[in-house]
Protein backbone atom coordinates (compact mmCIF):
# COMPACT_ATOMS: atom_id res chain seq x y z
CA UNK A 1 0.00 0.00 0.00
CA UNK A 2 1.55 3.29 -1.19
CA UNK A 3 1.78 6.40 0.97
CA UNK A 4 -1.19 7.77 -1.22
CA UNK A 5 -3.32 5.35 -0.29
CA UNK A 6 -2.83 5.42 3.00
CA UNK A 7 -4.44 8.92 3.35
CA UNK A 8 -3.46 9.66 6.84
CA UNK A 9 -4.97 12.31 8.75
CA UNK A 10 -2.12 14.70 8.12
CA UNK A 11 0.45 13.94 5.17
CA UNK A 12 2.00 13.62 1.76
CA UNK A 13 -1.12 13.57 -0.77
CA UNK A 14 0.48 13.74 -4.30
CA UNK A 15 -0.43 10.48 -6.30
CA UNK A 16 2.73 9.81 -8.43
CA UNK A 17 0.75 9.56 -11.42
CA UNK A 18 0.88 13.23 -11.74
CA UNK A 19 4.56 12.95 -12.02
CA UNK A 20 5.73 14.18 -15.58
CA UNK A 21 8.89 14.66 -17.23
CA UNK A 22 10.78 17.55 -17.00
CA UNK A 23 9.65 20.45 -20.02
CA UNK A 24 10.05 23.75 -20.68
CA UNK A 25 6.76 25.01 -19.44
CA UNK A 26 7.81 24.12 -15.71
CA UNK A 27 9.72 26.56 -14.82
CA UNK A 28 7.29 29.43 -16.11
CA UNK A 29 4.81 26.98 -14.11
CA UNK A 30 6.86 27.97 -10.77
CA UNK A 31 5.49 31.69 -10.80
CA UNK A 32 2.07 31.03 -13.08
CA UNK A 33 1.11 27.98 -11.21
CA UNK A 34 3.00 27.21 -8.40
CA UNK A 35 1.05 23.95 -7.19
CA UNK A 36 0.84 22.54 -10.49
CA UNK A 37 4.76 22.88 -10.52
CA UNK A 38 5.07 21.17 -7.39
CA UNK A 39 2.58 18.13 -7.66
CA UNK A 40 3.99 17.44 -11.45
CA UNK A 41 7.37 18.15 -11.21
CA UNK A 42 8.93 20.28 -8.35
CA UNK A 43 8.01 17.59 -5.59
CA UNK A 44 9.81 14.68 -7.41
CA UNK A 45 12.88 16.68 -8.87
CA UNK A 46 15.89 14.77 -9.21
CA UNK A 47 18.81 15.59 -6.12
CA UNK A 48 21.11 17.46 -8.97
CA UNK A 49 18.43 19.63 -10.07
CA UNK A 50 18.03 20.77 -6.22
CA UNK A 51 21.62 21.58 -6.21
CA UNK A 52 21.35 23.29 -8.73
CA UNK A 53 18.39 25.49 -7.43
CA UNK A 54 20.55 26.08 -3.99
CA UNK A 55 23.67 26.39 -6.05
CA UNK A 56 20.97 29.82 -7.69
CA UNK A 57 19.86 30.79 -3.96
CA UNK A 58 23.24 30.89 -2.78
CA UNK A 59 25.32 33.00 -5.42
CA UNK A 60 22.07 35.36 -4.74
CA UNK A 61 22.95 35.80 -1.32
CA UNK A 62 26.70 36.12 -1.90
CA UNK A 63 25.65 39.19 -4.20
CA UNK A 64 23.84 40.22 -1.31
CA UNK A 65 26.43 39.95 0.95
CA UNK A 66 28.96 41.68 -1.31
CA UNK A 67 27.29 44.25 -1.89
CA UNK A 68 26.65 45.28 1.76
CA UNK A 69 30.02 44.81 2.92
CA UNK A 70 30.95 46.68 -0.04
CA UNK A 71 28.79 49.44 1.55
CA UNK A 72 29.77 48.80 5.43
CA UNK A 73 32.41 47.02 6.39
CA UNK A 74 34.39 46.50 3.33
CA UNK A 75 37.74 45.03 5.59
CA UNK A 76 36.01 42.35 6.06
CA UNK A 77 35.78 40.78 2.53
CA UNK A 78 38.89 38.10 1.73
CA UNK A 79 39.49 40.56 -1.44
CA UNK A 80 38.59 43.94 -2.76
CA UNK A 81 35.78 43.49 -5.42
CA UNK A 82 36.64 46.55 -7.02
CA UNK A 83 35.54 44.92 -10.62
CA UNK A 84 32.26 43.16 -11.58
CA UNK A 85 34.16 40.16 -12.88
CA UNK A 86 35.81 39.67 -9.38
CA UNK A 87 32.50 39.78 -8.55
CA UNK A 88 30.65 37.50 -10.15
CA UNK A 89 33.96 34.79 -9.51
CA UNK A 90 33.10 35.75 -5.97
CA UNK A 91 29.45 35.12 -6.04
CA UNK A 92 29.83 31.53 -8.40
CA UNK A 93 32.62 30.36 -6.20
CA UNK A 94 31.10 30.74 -3.09
CA UNK A 95 27.45 30.50 -3.89
CA UNK A 96 27.40 26.39 -3.96
CA UNK A 97 29.32 26.51 -0.43
CA UNK A 98 26.62 28.40 0.84
CA UNK A 99 23.77 27.64 -0.93
CA UNK A 100 24.04 23.90 -0.04
CA UNK A 101 24.70 25.19 3.97
CA UNK A 102 21.68 27.61 4.13
CA UNK A 103 19.36 26.49 1.84
CA UNK A 104 19.82 22.48 1.12
CA UNK A 105 20.85 21.86 4.76
CA UNK A 106 19.50 24.69 7.28
CA UNK A 107 16.51 25.83 4.79
CA UNK A 108 15.12 21.69 4.12
CA UNK A 109 15.71 21.37 8.46
CA UNK A 110 13.82 24.60 8.72
CA UNK A 111 10.89 23.37 6.08
CA UNK A 112 10.81 20.06 7.70
CA UNK A 113 10.38 21.01 11.23
CA UNK A 114 7.75 23.29 10.05
CA UNK A 115 5.94 20.64 8.36
CA UNK A 116 6.20 18.66 11.63
CA UNK A 117 4.63 21.44 13.28
CA UNK A 118 1.58 21.53 10.72
CA UNK A 119 0.94 17.66 11.36
CA UNK A 120 2.99 15.84 8.80
CA UNK A 121 4.47 13.02 10.11
CA UNK A 122 7.53 10.13 8.56
CA UNK A 123 10.45 10.87 6.49
CA UNK A 124 10.03 13.90 4.77
CA UNK A 125 13.79 15.48 4.17
CA UNK A 126 13.63 15.08 0.74
CA UNK A 127 10.06 16.29 0.22
CA UNK A 128 11.44 19.36 2.40
CA UNK A 129 14.32 20.46 0.61
CA UNK A 130 12.68 20.83 -2.81
CA UNK A 131 9.51 22.62 -1.14
CA UNK A 132 12.53 25.04 0.21
CA UNK A 133 15.22 25.70 -2.65
CA UNK A 134 12.56 25.68 -5.48
CA UNK A 135 10.18 28.04 -3.68
CA UNK A 136 13.18 30.62 -3.27
CA UNK A 137 14.14 30.73 -7.23
CA UNK A 138 11.18 32.66 -7.66
CA UNK A 139 12.94 35.49 -5.62
CA UNK A 140 16.72 34.88 -6.26
CA UNK A 141 16.55 34.15 -10.07
CA UNK A 142 15.12 37.77 -10.91
CA UNK A 143 17.96 38.75 -8.32
CA UNK A 144 20.72 37.76 -10.41
CA UNK A 145 19.18 38.79 -13.31
CA UNK A 146 18.82 42.55 -12.22
CA UNK A 147 22.45 41.88 -11.04
CA UNK A 148 23.55 41.40 -14.95
CA UNK A 149 21.57 44.40 -15.85
CA UNK A 150 23.22 46.85 -13.08
CA UNK A 151 26.52 44.94 -14.26
CA UNK A 152 25.59 46.27 -18.08
CA UNK A 153 24.85 49.44 -16.90
CA UNK A 154 27.64 50.75 -14.62
CA UNK A 155 31.06 50.82 -14.68
CA UNK A 156 31.90 48.74 -11.44
CA UNK A 157 30.09 47.66 -7.50
CA UNK A 158 30.87 51.38 -6.19
CA UNK A 159 29.41 53.16 -8.70
CA UNK A 160 26.44 51.39 -8.28
CA UNK A 161 26.37 51.16 -4.43
CA UNK A 162 27.09 55.03 -4.73
CA UNK A 163 23.32 55.95 -6.59
CA UNK A 164 20.89 56.86 -4.57
CA UNK A 165 17.65 54.42 -3.67
CA UNK A 166 15.57 54.16 -6.81
CA UNK A 167 12.11 52.15 -8.21
CA UNK A 168 14.96 49.16 -8.71
CA UNK A 169 15.82 48.55 -4.51
CA UNK A 170 12.14 48.75 -4.10
CA UNK A 171 11.28 46.33 -6.90
CA UNK A 172 13.81 43.81 -5.75
CA UNK A 173 12.60 43.81 -2.57
CA UNK A 174 8.91 43.23 -3.75
CA UNK A 175 9.86 40.23 -5.77
CA UNK A 176 11.13 38.66 -1.82
CA UNK A 177 7.24 38.59 -1.37
CA UNK A 178 6.86 35.97 -3.51
CA UNK A 179 8.73 33.32 -2.17
CA UNK A 180 6.68 32.81 0.68
CA UNK A 181 3.30 32.59 -1.32
CA UNK A 182 4.98 30.05 -3.50
CA UNK A 183 6.39 28.05 -0.59
CA UNK A 184 2.91 27.95 1.04
CA UNK A 185 1.15 27.08 -2.34
CA UNK A 186 3.31 24.30 -2.79
CA UNK A 187 3.40 23.00 0.94
CA UNK A 188 -1.24 23.09 1.19
CA UNK A 189 -0.71 21.06 -2.67
CA UNK A 190 1.54 18.65 -1.74
CA UNK A 191 0.76 17.77 1.98
CA UNK A 192 -2.62 17.73 4.27
CA UNK A 193 -1.51 20.28 7.15
CA UNK A 194 -3.19 22.43 10.06
CA UNK A 195 -3.96 24.67 7.79
CA UNK A 196 -4.11 27.50 10.36
CA UNK A 197 -0.52 26.76 11.37
CA UNK A 198 0.74 26.14 7.74
CA UNK A 199 -0.64 29.45 7.65
CA UNK A 200 1.10 31.24 9.95
CA UNK A 201 4.71 29.43 9.80
CA UNK A 202 4.61 29.70 5.84
CA UNK A 203 2.69 32.73 4.79
CA UNK A 204 2.53 35.20 7.51
CA UNK A 205 5.65 35.21 9.82
CA UNK A 206 7.76 35.54 6.29
CA UNK A 207 6.00 38.00 4.26
CA UNK A 208 5.63 40.30 7.65
CA UNK A 209 9.47 40.22 7.90
CA UNK A 210 9.87 40.78 4.00
CA UNK A 211 7.16 43.68 4.55
CA UNK A 212 9.56 45.19 7.55
CA UNK A 213 12.25 45.12 5.08
CA UNK A 214 10.15 47.12 2.52
CA UNK A 215 9.23 49.50 4.74
CA UNK A 216 12.82 50.42 5.97
CA UNK A 217 13.75 50.69 2.05
CA UNK A 218 10.56 53.29 1.07
CA UNK A 219 11.28 55.58 4.05
CA UNK A 220 15.24 55.34 3.19
CA UNK A 221 13.97 56.85 -0.22
CA UNK A 222 11.90 59.16 1.62
CA UNK A 223 14.29 60.63 3.45
CA UNK A 224 17.19 60.06 1.67
CA UNK A 225 19.26 58.19 4.74
CA UNK A 226 19.77 54.79 2.50
CA UNK A 227 22.68 53.88 -0.21
CA UNK A 228 25.17 55.59 1.52
CA UNK A 229 29.18 54.79 -0.06
CA UNK A 230 31.43 54.28 2.80
CA UNK A 231 35.13 56.15 1.49
CA UNK A 232 37.45 54.06 -0.53
CA UNK A 233 39.98 54.14 2.17
CA UNK A 234 41.29 51.05 1.32
CA UNK A 235 42.94 51.99 -1.70
CA UNK A 236 44.66 55.31 -0.09
CA UNK A 237 46.46 58.25 -2.31
CA UNK A 238 49.42 59.87 -1.02
CA UNK A 239 49.17 63.67 -1.03
CA UNK A 240 52.55 66.25 -0.78
CA UNK A 241 53.43 69.55 -1.74
CA UNK A 242 56.23 71.59 0.10
CA UNK A 243 54.72 71.47 3.52
CA UNK A 244 51.99 68.49 4.39
CA UNK A 245 51.89 64.64 3.25
CA UNK A 246 48.73 62.98 4.31
CA UNK A 247 46.80 59.80 2.43
CA UNK A 248 43.21 60.48 1.75
CA UNK A 249 40.73 57.84 -0.05
CA UNK A 250 40.67 57.12 -3.53
CA UNK A 251 37.51 58.42 -4.19
CA UNK A 252 38.20 61.99 -2.28
CA UNK A 253 39.89 64.87 -4.21
CA UNK A 254 42.37 67.45 -3.44
CA UNK A 255 40.47 70.18 -5.39
CA UNK A 256 42.30 73.02 -3.93
CA UNK A 257 45.97 73.23 -2.26
CA UNK A 258 47.35 76.77 -3.03
CA UNK A 259 51.02 76.89 -1.55
CA UNK A 260 51.37 80.19 0.80
CA UNK A 261 53.36 80.88 3.62
CA UNK A 262 50.82 82.26 5.58
CA UNK A 263 47.96 80.44 5.40
CA UNK A 264 48.38 77.47 4.13
CA UNK A 265 44.98 76.09 3.35
CA UNK A 266 44.27 72.25 1.75
CA UNK A 267 40.74 71.45 0.91
CA UNK A 268 39.81 67.97 -0.16
CA UNK A 269 36.41 66.37 -0.97
CA UNK A 270 34.29 63.14 -1.74
CA UNK A 271 33.62 62.60 -5.18
CA UNK A 272 30.65 60.76 -4.52
CA UNK A 273 28.98 62.86 -1.55
CA UNK A 274 28.56 65.71 0.02
CA UNK A 275 31.09 65.38 2.23
CA UNK A 276 34.44 67.65 2.52
CA UNK A 277 37.52 68.33 4.60
CA UNK A 278 39.49 71.68 4.85
CA UNK A 279 42.86 72.12 6.41
CA UNK A 280 44.09 75.68 7.47
CA UNK A 281 47.77 76.27 9.22
CA UNK A 282 48.32 79.68 9.88
CA UNK A 283 50.80 81.68 12.70
CA UNK A 284 49.32 82.10 16.01
CA UNK A 285 48.83 85.31 15.76
CA UNK A 286 47.27 85.71 12.83
CA UNK A 287 43.10 86.30 12.66
CA UNK A 288 41.00 84.03 14.39
CA UNK A 289 40.60 80.98 12.18
CA UNK A 290 37.60 79.33 13.19
CA UNK A 291 35.65 82.35 13.02
CA UNK A 292 37.46 83.27 9.87
CA UNK A 293 36.50 79.83 8.47
CA UNK A 294 32.44 80.45 9.67
CA UNK A 295 32.64 83.65 7.74
CA UNK A 296 33.44 81.81 4.84
CA UNK A 297 30.37 78.97 5.14
CA UNK A 298 28.08 81.85 5.39
CA UNK A 299 29.08 83.82 2.22
CA UNK A 300 28.97 80.30 0.41
CA UNK A 301 25.04 80.17 1.88
CA UNK A 302 25.35 78.07 5.32
CA UNK A 303 23.41 78.90 7.93
CA UNK A 304 24.58 77.47 11.39
CA UNK A 305 21.36 76.51 13.28
CA UNK A 306 23.82 74.67 16.63
CA UNK A 307 26.74 74.93 17.59
CA UNK A 308 28.68 73.20 21.11
CA UNK A 309 32.08 74.34 22.04
CA UNK A 310 33.92 71.00 23.08
CA UNK A 311 37.09 72.84 24.84
CA UNK A 312 38.82 69.25 25.08
CA UNK A 313 38.30 67.42 22.06
CA UNK A 314 39.85 64.89 19.94
CA UNK A 315 39.75 64.28 15.87
CA UNK A 316 41.43 60.95 15.76
CA UNK A 317 45.23 60.96 17.12
CA UNK A 318 44.73 64.97 17.57
CA UNK A 319 43.59 66.74 20.46
CA UNK A 320 42.57 70.35 20.85
CA UNK A 321 40.12 72.62 21.09
CA UNK A 322 36.83 71.83 19.28
CA UNK A 323 33.07 72.69 18.20
CA UNK A 324 30.04 70.72 16.79
CA UNK A 325 27.80 72.25 14.50
CA UNK A 326 24.42 71.79 12.78
CA UNK A 327 23.70 73.49 9.67
CA UNK A 328 22.01 74.02 6.42
CA UNK A 329 22.13 75.19 2.81
CA UNK A 330 19.16 75.48 0.26
CA UNK A 331 16.77 73.39 2.91
CA UNK A 332 19.68 70.77 3.02
CA UNK A 333 20.89 69.39 6.20
CA UNK A 334 24.34 68.89 7.25
CA UNK A 335 27.19 68.26 10.34
CA UNK A 336 30.48 69.99 10.98
CA UNK A 337 33.13 69.83 13.06
CA UNK A 338 36.08 72.47 13.70
CA UNK A 339 39.31 71.49 15.76
CA UNK A 340 41.94 73.93 16.63
CA UNK A 341 44.97 72.22 17.40
CA UNK A 342 48.33 73.93 18.69
CA UNK A 343 51.35 72.79 16.48
CA UNK A 344 54.76 74.41 16.88
CA UNK A 345 55.58 77.88 19.32
CA UNK A 346 54.30 80.42 16.26
CA UNK A 347 51.36 78.02 14.50
CA UNK A 348 47.94 76.72 15.02
CA UNK A 349 46.35 73.85 13.10
CA UNK A 350 42.42 74.06 11.73
CA UNK A 351 40.72 70.85 10.88
CA UNK A 352 37.13 71.15 9.69
CA UNK A 353 34.86 68.23 8.91
CA UNK A 354 31.80 68.64 6.98
CA UNK A 355 29.00 66.31 5.19
CA UNK A 356 25.44 66.07 4.84
CA UNK A 357 23.40 64.06 7.76
CA UNK A 358 23.46 61.17 5.73
CA UNK A 359 26.87 60.77 5.31
CA UNK A 360 27.98 61.97 8.37
CA UNK A 361 28.66 58.68 9.96
CA UNK A 362 30.64 57.53 6.56
CA UNK A 363 32.55 60.79 5.95
CA UNK A 364 34.45 59.54 9.61
CA UNK A 365 36.74 57.55 7.97
CA UNK A 366 37.63 59.63 5.62
CA UNK A 367 38.39 62.43 8.02
CA UNK A 368 40.47 59.88 10.29
CA UNK A 369 42.00 58.69 7.69
CA UNK A 370 43.79 61.92 6.58
CA UNK A 371 44.14 63.26 9.93
CA UNK A 372 45.89 59.98 11.54
CA UNK A 373 48.57 59.96 8.16
CA UNK A 374 48.94 63.84 8.11
CA UNK A 375 52.83 64.98 8.59
CA UNK A 376 53.57 68.66 8.64
CA UNK A 377 56.82 69.65 7.61
CA UNK A 378 58.97 72.44 7.95
CA UNK A 379 57.03 76.41 7.52
CA UNK A 380 59.97 78.32 7.38
CA UNK A 381 62.67 77.22 5.18
CA UNK A 382 65.62 78.38 7.12
CA UNK A 383 69.23 77.26 6.21
CA UNK A 384 70.97 76.65 8.59
CA UNK A 385 73.70 78.67 9.35
CA UNK A 386 77.16 77.14 9.54
CA UNK A 387 79.41 79.79 8.08
CA UNK A 388 79.21 82.27 11.82
CA UNK A 389 78.32 79.13 14.10
CA UNK A 390 77.68 79.73 17.72
CA UNK A 391 80.18 78.92 19.94
CA UNK A 392 79.02 76.69 22.97
CA UNK A 393 81.49 76.29 26.15
CA UNK A 394 80.07 75.55 29.02
CA UNK A 395 83.35 73.27 31.23
CA UNK A 396 82.15 69.91 31.26
CA UNK A 397 81.36 70.17 27.01
CA UNK A 398 81.45 72.45 24.06
CA UNK A 399 80.47 72.30 20.46
CA UNK A 400 79.52 74.44 17.54
CA UNK A 401 75.92 75.13 16.42
CA UNK A 402 74.28 77.29 13.78
CA UNK A 403 74.50 80.41 14.48
CA UNK A 404 70.84 81.36 13.76
CA UNK A 405 69.39 77.96 15.68
CA UNK A 406 67.77 78.84 18.85
CA UNK A 407 69.65 78.15 22.20
CA UNK A 408 67.85 77.33 25.34
CA UNK A 409 69.91 76.33 28.65
CA UNK A 410 69.25 76.26 32.55
CA UNK A 411 71.09 75.90 35.38
CA UNK A 412 69.80 74.42 38.54
CA UNK A 413 71.73 72.18 40.99
CA UNK A 414 72.73 69.39 40.52
CA UNK A 415 71.38 70.02 37.41
CA UNK A 416 72.55 71.38 33.95
CA UNK A 417 70.55 71.50 30.99
CA UNK A 418 70.61 72.69 27.37
CA UNK A 419 69.09 72.77 23.95
CA UNK A 420 69.61 73.92 20.78
CA UNK A 421 66.76 73.69 18.46
CA UNK A 422 65.74 74.61 14.78
CA UNK A 423 62.03 75.72 13.90
CA UNK A 424 61.83 72.83 11.61
CA UNK A 425 60.80 70.67 14.76
CA UNK A 426 64.34 69.70 15.25
CA UNK A 427 67.14 69.86 18.47
CA UNK A 428 69.45 68.39 20.23
CA UNK A 429 70.20 68.53 24.06
CA UNK A 430 73.21 68.25 26.25
CA UNK A 431 71.86 67.26 30.39
CA UNK A 432 74.36 66.69 33.14
CA UNK A 433 73.15 65.69 36.35
CA UNK A 434 74.25 63.65 39.42
CA UNK A 435 73.87 60.10 39.04
CA UNK A 436 71.11 58.27 41.46
CA UNK A 437 70.79 55.42 39.17
CA UNK A 438 73.07 53.23 36.78
CA UNK A 439 73.02 54.75 32.75
CA UNK A 440 71.01 51.69 31.74
CA UNK A 441 68.43 52.12 34.39
CA UNK A 442 67.95 55.49 33.30
CA UNK A 443 67.66 54.17 29.73
CA UNK A 444 64.73 51.96 31.24
CA UNK A 445 63.31 54.76 32.45
CA UNK A 446 63.35 57.27 29.53
CA UNK A 447 62.15 54.19 27.76
CA UNK A 448 58.95 53.94 29.92
CA UNK A 449 58.56 57.21 31.01
CA UNK A 450 59.35 59.69 29.06
CA UNK A 451 58.15 59.14 25.21
CA UNK A 452 55.03 61.35 24.69
CA UNK A 453 55.03 60.15 20.60
CA UNK A 454 54.49 57.19 19.17
CA UNK A 455 57.46 54.98 19.08
CA UNK A 456 58.19 53.11 15.68
CA UNK A 457 61.36 51.09 16.47
CA UNK A 458 65.10 51.82 18.27
CA UNK A 459 67.86 49.84 18.21
CA UNK A 460 70.66 50.14 21.07
CA UNK A 461 73.91 51.60 20.15
CA UNK A 462 77.14 51.58 22.60
CA UNK A 463 78.79 54.13 21.51
CA UNK A 464 78.22 57.77 19.82
CA UNK A 465 80.31 61.63 19.20
CA UNK A 466 83.79 59.41 20.62
CA UNK A 467 82.34 58.29 23.85
CA UNK A 468 80.89 55.03 25.12
CA UNK A 469 77.86 54.42 27.50
CA UNK A 470 74.09 53.06 26.94
CA UNK A 471 71.84 54.32 24.08
CA UNK A 472 69.32 53.76 21.59
CA UNK A 473 68.46 55.42 18.12
CA UNK A 474 65.21 54.85 16.13
CA UNK A 475 62.06 56.94 14.97
CA UNK A 476 59.10 58.62 16.64
CA UNK A 477 56.11 59.73 15.17
CA UNK A 478 54.86 62.52 16.58
CA UNK A 479 51.10 63.43 15.95
CA UNK A 480 51.72 66.65 13.22
CA UNK A 481 55.17 66.70 13.02
CA UNK A 482 55.09 63.30 11.26
CA UNK A 483 58.70 60.81 11.53
CA UNK A 484 61.41 61.82 13.78
CA UNK A 485 64.52 60.24 14.28
CA UNK A 486 65.74 60.24 17.37
CA UNK A 487 68.98 59.33 19.59
CA UNK A 488 69.28 59.02 23.27
CA UNK A 489 72.88 58.48 24.82
CA UNK A 490 73.65 58.55 28.49
CA UNK A 491 77.72 58.40 29.19
CA UNK A 492 78.82 58.38 33.24
CA UNK A 493 81.34 60.45 34.20
CA UNK A 494 84.27 59.70 36.42
CA UNK A 495 82.52 62.70 39.55
CA UNK A 496 79.58 60.22 40.02
CA UNK A 497 77.55 62.78 37.33
CA UNK A 498 76.20 61.59 34.03
CA UNK A 499 75.69 63.52 30.85
CA UNK A 500 72.78 62.58 28.52
CA UNK A 501 72.79 63.64 24.65
CA UNK A 502 69.89 63.90 23.06
CA UNK A 503 68.74 64.47 19.30
CA UNK A 504 65.42 64.78 17.67
CA UNK A 505 65.54 65.34 13.79
CA UNK A 506 62.18 65.37 11.72
CA UNK A 507 62.32 63.55 8.85
CA UNK A 508 60.32 65.96 6.92
CA UNK A 509 63.56 68.59 6.70
CA UNK A 510 66.28 66.25 6.50
CA UNK A 511 67.84 67.94 3.33
CA UNK A 512 67.49 71.68 5.23
CA UNK A 513 68.95 70.00 8.81
CA UNK A 514 71.75 67.88 8.30
CA UNK A 515 74.69 70.44 7.86
CA UNK A 516 73.91 71.51 11.31
CA UNK A 517 73.54 68.53 12.84
CA UNK A 518 76.52 67.37 11.33
CA UNK A 519 78.44 70.63 12.43
CA UNK A 520 76.91 69.53 16.31
CA UNK A 521 78.30 65.85 16.20
CA UNK A 522 82.02 66.85 14.44
CA UNK A 523 82.77 69.78 17.20
CA UNK A 524 81.15 68.08 20.18
CA UNK A 525 83.69 67.76 22.84
CA UNK A 526 83.81 66.13 26.28
CA UNK A 527 85.71 67.98 28.70
CA UNK A 528 85.95 65.75 32.08
CA UNK A 529 86.65 62.67 32.25
CA UNK A 530 84.30 59.57 31.84
CA UNK A 531 84.17 56.62 33.93
CA UNK A 532 85.68 53.87 31.22
CA UNK A 533 84.97 51.62 34.05
CA UNK A 534 81.34 50.92 34.79
CA UNK A 535 79.97 48.15 35.06
CA UNK A 536 76.09 49.28 34.27
CA UNK A 537 76.91 50.02 30.80
CA UNK A 538 76.36 46.95 28.56
CA UNK A 539 78.94 46.19 26.02
Known amino acids: MNEFNQNPEYGYIVDASKKQRLNPLHPFMLWIRPGKFFVTWGIHANILWVILAAWVIGASAMSNTAINRTRHIPETLPFDLDTWTKLWLFIIAFGILRGVIFSYGLGGLWTWLRLRICGVRGNQWNRSTRIHCLSKLVEEVPLLLLLIYLTWKYDNLREFIAQPLSLLNLLAALITIMGPIVAFIGVIACFRVRIVWASILFLVLPLVFRLSILVSIAYSMLTSTGSVLLPDTQHPREFQNQVVVFDHPDDWEVVESPYESNPLQIYIESTLDDGAFLIVVQPREGADLVQEDLGRLNQQGYEVTRSSPEPRSKMGVHSGIGADYDLTKDGKQFRMYH ?142 AGFRQFRKFYVPLEDGRIVVIGKYQAESSLDLTNPGYELFENSFKLLVEPSLNDTAIDP
Not at 355 to 360: G, H
Not at 364 to 388: C, T
Open 339 to 480: LLVHFDVDHDVLFRSIASKRYWEASKRAVFQIVNSISIGDLYQIVPDIENPMEVDRGEFSFQAPGNWHLIESEREPFKNLEVSAKQYSNFSVNIYDRDLSPQAELDMYLRHSIDDVLISYEPMNSWLGLTGVGIKGQLRESL
